[in-house]
């Protein structure tokens, strides 16, 4: 999206130490600072709501949290997607007028099918207080709303009003949710929750309406391009299929599987060490982040530049030269980045997880999906390039081999014993990595052959 690099280079230009902080920080909010912070604030909770409320009501709550970002990330990841092109689009064709029109429109279809969803499943399949089922119906559809938002966010240019916003949100919902447990257990908490969430998306809805506001209604304009771009959007499903997919095979088939109410079921024993593993992605996701939005991008959009210009050929190969030497520093930095977190927190895992009041054979899993989780942070870094190469199918292919080998490995791993627990994860995550490398490689080396043959012979 066009404005993320342009703050992060001017961040990076300070050439000081607290420049590059920041422009770190802006880039580990934007590539995974949602799941982050919800998770932090979900652990926080955790502890001190242990004394304000019973062990039934809290797993009810926490399982009722986690079916709300599964249902809200799966059913909004086509959208996402397709969004994100779509205001890329008008970004480029300088129509910027047309991106908060969209944006209402975007969420009118989320607030939409959130509320069918939600209301279909916590009110038809969940037992337990009416106001607990309402507001976790409420949640689903505020979620989706915010996970929509952070399309559009990462346009924005005053950063610091998005991470004052991430911040105020969730501390809306820790002190809402706590207050809440504390005067009226389930209900409360998830009451609370959702008023957080609220908040959250308010002030996110707001540093949008500054950027990009305009006083015209809704347009599903966009919608257009779903039938432009479907395999666009069939990615968007399938890799976050790919990473829920698991899940629930552990609720409904291990024998640590259990119901917690009505349709929720859980599998602390697995949900727990997965969940704490994927708060390793900030490293990673915020060193790729900041060196595709910055140097990448630029000479990504020199060369195309030089093309249309009809530069010498020299300098042609010189372009796609430095983009190419650009990703693959951005690459390293990523590698050493997130692989010195991963192996620190593997040597880690016993000491670390024993703190937390967890098993050995949560330990493993931890560990275990850490490698798998590394994996899963360099899968993303190489869709994005297949992305910018455009390469759809090949970067659908890439998450329909994570998501095919998660379910197929999942199964296997039920089936023996837990020492294969979350194997499927990694051993899919790590089987598309080798594809999209592969395809990444080889659409890189071909893309002046690719840029030159795709256009028509006669203007």
């Known amino acids: 999206m066009a404005g993320i690099g342009f703050k992060l280079i001017r961040l990076l230009d300070k050439q000081s130490y607290t420049g590059a902080l920041q422009a770190y920080g802006y880039a580990a909010l934007i590539g995974s600072g949602p799941w982050v912070l919800s998770m932090v604030t979900l652990g926080l ?7 304000a409320a019973s062990g039934p009501e809290l797993d009810t709550f926490f399982v009722s949290v986690t079916y709300v970002f599964a249902f809200s990330l799966i059913a909004t990841g086509p959208l996402q997607l397709v969004m994100s092109r779509y205001a890329a689009d008008q970004m480029f064709a300088r129509k910027k ?11 009118s279809l989320v607030f939409g099918a959130g509320a069918l969803l939600g209301w279909g499943f916590f009110l038809g399949g969940v037992a337990g207080p009416p106001l607990f089922r309402l ?13 929509i938002s952070t399309v559009f966010i990462s346009a924005a240019r005053d950063y610091g009003a998005v991470l004052r916003c991430f911040a105020i949100g969730y501390l809306i919902s820790f002190f809402t949710t706590w207050v809440g447990g504390n005067v009226a257990g389930l209900a409360g908490m998830a009451l609370g929750f959702f008023s957080g969430q609220l908040g959250l998306f308010l002030l996110l809805f707001r540093v949008i309406f500054r950027e990009f506001g305009v ?25 976050n299929l790919g ?7 552990h609720w409904w088939f291990s ?17 727990q060490a997965v969940y704490l593993s994927f708060l390793s992605v900030a490293p990673g996701m915020a060193v790729f982040l900041l060196s595709v939005e910055t140097t990448f991008a630029q000479h990504y959009e020199e060369f195309f530049r030089r093309v249309t210009e009809k530069a010498k050929l020299a300098d042609l190969r010189a372009s ?8 693959q520093d951005g690459m390293a930095r990523m590698l050493k980045f997130q692989g010195g977190v991963t192996l620190l927190l593997v040597l880690g895992a016993e000491p670390l997880l024993a703190g937390l009041n967890l098993g050995a054979v949560q330990t493993l899993v931890f560990q275990i999906t850490l490698v798998g989780v590394f994996l899963l942070v360099i899968l993303l870094a190489l869709l994005t390039v297949l992305f910018y190469l455009d390469r759809l199918k090949e970067a659908l292919m890439g998450c329909g ?5 998660n379910l197929a490995g999942t199964i296997a791993g039920l089936m023996a014993d837990e020492r294969w627990y979350g194997m499927g994860f990694t051993v899919g995550a790590g089987v598309a990595v080798v594809y999209t490398a592969r395809q990444a490689n080889h659409w890189l080396d071909r893309l002046d052959y690719e840029t030159f043959t795709a256009q028509p012979l006669y203007p």
Do not use: C, N
Not at 215 to 239: D, I, M, N, Q, W
Not at 320 to 327: G, I
């Open 45 to 51: 909770l955790g502890v001190a709501m242990r004394a």
């Open 97 to 107: 007028e047309k991106i908060f029109p969209s944006y209402l429109a975007s969420l």
């Open 135 to 147: 507001a976790a119906a409420g949640l689903l559809m505020i979620v989706s709303g915010v996970w």
């Open 215 to 239: 006083r015209a209604g809704p347009s599903f304009e966009f919608l257009s391009y779903f039938k432009k771009h479907r395999v666009l959007a069939a990615t968007g499903l399938v890799y």
């Open 243 to 249: 990473i829920w997919i698991d899940k629930p095979l």
């Open 255 to 271: 024998s640590h599987g259990y119901a917690v109410s009505g349709w929720l079921w859980a599998s602390p024993l697995y949900d």
């Open 320 to 327: 796609k030269q430095a983009m190419l030497d650009s990703l």
């Open 401 to 405: 081999i994570f998501a095919t080998i």
